[in-house]
């Protein structure tokens, strides 16, 4: 067996995001593994936690942790405390920041390093924060975990960091939740929305410039504003307030419909990918890309921005556009328009993305957790 290995998941938000779904697929992977893990959570997970994962040791932090700034404390105090106490060989910090006085290797995931490159897509506090914990993690972490190659390559450029101790682990993606729908889910879906029978263009996740949410949303006007039955915009995700987006969506002509359903239920999601004609994803900014992934799984069609870790995740099985919404126009149309191309994508996707794997990853993982600790061991 190898080190036992204290995970810090709580970071965690309540409303799961890509940290959520990282934890939740890594971390019952390692338990099926054998990895000698101990979870440190916030109270409202561990139930959870401890019935994905029955043999990992699912332990709750003090109620103060749900506070962002009292678990950044306890982060950099009752963690270390907590790793002596279970005597952990190993910290993995899985989200940027990590204790700085510790006894123990730690390991850190790195998500994404866009934001030394993109600061006018990452707002002050939330940049300037994450900015500040990957350089302090970057100096005193022992090894580091990314989950695309275009990550570690940023890491490299804007932050000179050490190749060789940066471990690259795709993440993965559970095949039974994110699958192709059937008909019944389909149209579930398509009535809670309100389209009666209009296909749609959609989008999953946070509604902001990061996600480049103003540039889709004129590049689908530009797309199909002259169609005689043009489809929907469908943007499901968290609305951020952004005054970029609220500028975009004024500009819309009134005979086009856009939705903004907000979160949707986990069990809409294969209706609602599945039986978009497209689904687009021109980020920007992405470390990784949780959300084409699913939609690859559930079939879709999916056209995304040939930028940064984007295509490691859609490889030849997507299609491609530039950020710019003229474009996403351009390619938006020409896939509209073919639909044996759309059969083909959506055929590739649902067979590339299951190569991605909570299995591979956390094999990834747990050979990283030996060389932190074996380098350590050595040095000492």
Known sequence: MGPRVLIDATAVPADRGGLGRYIEGLVPALDRAGGDIAVACQRADADRLARIAPNARI?????????????????QTGLPRLAEE????????PQYSMPYETSVPVVVT????????????YGTERGDFIRSATRGSM????????????????????LGADPTKVDVAYHGIDMAVFRPPDEAERERVARRLGLHGQSYVGSLGEMSRRKNIPELIRGWVGAVADME?????????????????????????????????????????PGFMGAATVMAFPSRSEGFGFPTLE???????VLIARRLSLPEVGGAAAAYTEPEADSIARNLARLLSDPARRRALSE???ARSREFTWTRSAQIHLQTY?????AVASSS
């Not at 939609?295 to 069609?301: L, N, T, V, W």
């Open 59 to 75: 332990l709750s932090a003090p109620t103060t942790v749900a506070h962002r700034a009292e678990r950044l404390a306890w982060e």
């Open 86 to 93: 279970i005597s952990a060989d190993l910290l993995h910090c």
């Open 110 to 121: 790195i998500h994404d390093a866009t934001m030394f490159s993109d600061l006018d897509v």
């Open 139 to 158: 100096e005193h972490g022992t090894r580091f975990i990314v989950p695309s190659r275009a990550t570690r390559d940023e890491l490299v450029r804007v």
């Open 229 to 269: 039955h043009p489809p929907a915009l469908v943007l499901a995700g968290p609305a951020t307030g952004d005054p970029a987006i609220a500028e975009a969506v004024s500009e819309v002509p009134g005979h086009l419909k856009l939705i903004r359903p907000g979160f949707l239920r986990p069990a809409d999601l």
């Open 295 to 301: 939609a690859m799984a559930c079939g879709a069609a």
């Open 348 to 350: 590739a996707a649902h």
């Open 370 to 374: 030996a060389q932190a600790a074996s």
